[in-house]
């Protein structure tokens, strides 16, 4: 989560699971969010599909290593710029 927080994206940090929730900016639905990322190489899963209180976020696994997860922030980084 250091790695996300860099990059400007709040997330709380997952108290002993592997998935962490993504607030996305306001521009974006979960899914167009989710879309975006997948041009840059990253899979998030949309919130709407956990229900309608989800949408506004996505939902992530941290299941690979600290490098890959440092890359997937930094291919991030640019749907949080205006």
Known sequence: TKELSRIGWEVRKPEGGMFIWGKIPRRFSSWQFCLAALDRGVVVTPG?????????????ALVHDEETLAEAASRLQPLFNP
């Open 48 to 60: 709407h599909a956990f229900g309608d209180e989800g949408e506004g976020y996505v939902r992530m």
